[in-house]
């Protein structure tokens, strides 16, 4: 007998509602991870950042409104453009850097750098530079959750251009099959690489792309974290009980592809149109000065904070030794 799946459908455009407590929250983790990308890309400029970095400057709310619904037994995986995913997970902006910055202070310990650490403790499973990886390996989290029965939730993130890669349907089949407790987070920020969405894929409604295997899915505006809070809540309540769920996050990042891309392939316009329209920072923060009982300076205290706290954490990376050279033998051979 036929069954009747859900059919994907696009996010309501009804506003979600958040305490002054829960905004603050989100400013302040949105502005951590803003603060921590600037000072990643100083570093960088000045050398002491080595090998590929990707920053997530202007798609804060993303990882941010999806960690306001995570719960302790909940698993997060990701690609290379990593760090905000890290801080939004609870990891310590000293080890971060430490390791972007490849010193045995990190949390690879210096032999991962930008793109592949990971801490079991916040149930953060990596980057992953290979385009698509992680998701084969997030449906494998998911796995994980059902067969343990800890009632967890693997959130899987990928970007556009992953989304076109075989094992991404490959996964989504094995997840709908099994029913894996597993949500993909599309973050579509409108380029792989310097490849537009439009130019790359054949139906850029990304969010549907799980319609052939029963998964249903939402197209949520990635620049409003409320929104994304929103359907983080119902993706996970679907996946902890129904299986996977497809969220595509239209968000935009304001650097290159990466530090090494001058990005030439968009305008200067429309950067700037993302930054002073839509800004995810700025979004909230006029939220909670509209609403009466925020001030300029209590925000502007905040940043304060932060950036007190991103300074210390480049000065811890810059003190910290670099790994010794018996590093390059250990954790390549598990002797069982």
């Not at 949390?107 to 385009?131: A, W």
């Not at 094992?167 to 597993?182: C, G, I, R, T």
Request: glycine letters at 12%; charged letters at 25%.
């Amino acid at each position: 007998m036929a069954t009747t799946r859900r059919r994907s459908t696009k996010s309501k455009t009804s506003k979600p509602k958040a305490s002054k407590e829960d905004l603050l929250h989100y400013y302040r983790e949105m502005l951590m991870i803003r603060r921590f990308e600037e000072k990643a890309g100083q570093l960088y400029g000045m050398g002491l950042i080595g090998g590929f970095c990707h920053l997530y400057i202007g798609q804060e709310a993303v990882v941010i409104g999806m960690q306001a619904a995570h719960r302790a037994e909940d698993t997060v995986i990701t690609a290379y453009r990593d760090h905000g995913h890290m801080l939004a997970c609870g990891m310590d902006p000293k080890g971060v850097m430490a390791e972007l910055t490849g010193r045995s202070g990190g949390y690879s310990r210096g032999k991962g750098g930008s793109m592949h650490m990971f801490s079991r403790e916040k149930n953060f499973f990596g980057g992953h530079g290979i385009v698509g990886s992680q998701v084969s390996l997030g449906t494998g989290l998911g796995f994980a959750h059902k067969y343990r029965e800890d009632g967890g939730v693997a959130a899987v993130y990928m970007g556009d251009g992953a989304v076109n890669q075989g094992q991404v349907y490959e996964s989504f089949n094995m997840a709908a099959l099994w029913k894996l407790p597993v949500v993909y987070v599309i973050e579509n920020n409108r380029y792989g690489m310097g490849t537009s969405v439009a130019r790359a894929s054949a139906k850029t409604e990304l969010y549907d792309r799980g319609h052939a295997y029963g998964i249903p899915g939402k197209q949520i505006d990635g620049m409003d974290v409320l929104a994304v809070k929103e359907a983080a809540e119902e993706a996970q309540a679907h996946a902890r009980t129904d299986g996977p769920y497809i969220l595509e996050m239209m968000t935009y990042r304001y650097r290159g592809h990466s530090m090494s891309d001058p990005a030439k392939y968009r305008t200067k316009e429309e950067v700037a149109k993302f930054r002073e329209q839509q800004d995810p920072i700025d979004n909230v923060k006029k939220l909670l000065i509209d609403a009466g009982d925020t001030s300029e300076d209590d925000l502007k205290a905040i940043d304060k904070k932060v950036r007190g706290v991103i300074n210390e954490a480049a000065e811890f990376a810059q003190s910290s030794p670099e790994p010794d050279p018996s590093e390059l033998w250990t954790d390549v051979l598990l002797e069982a």
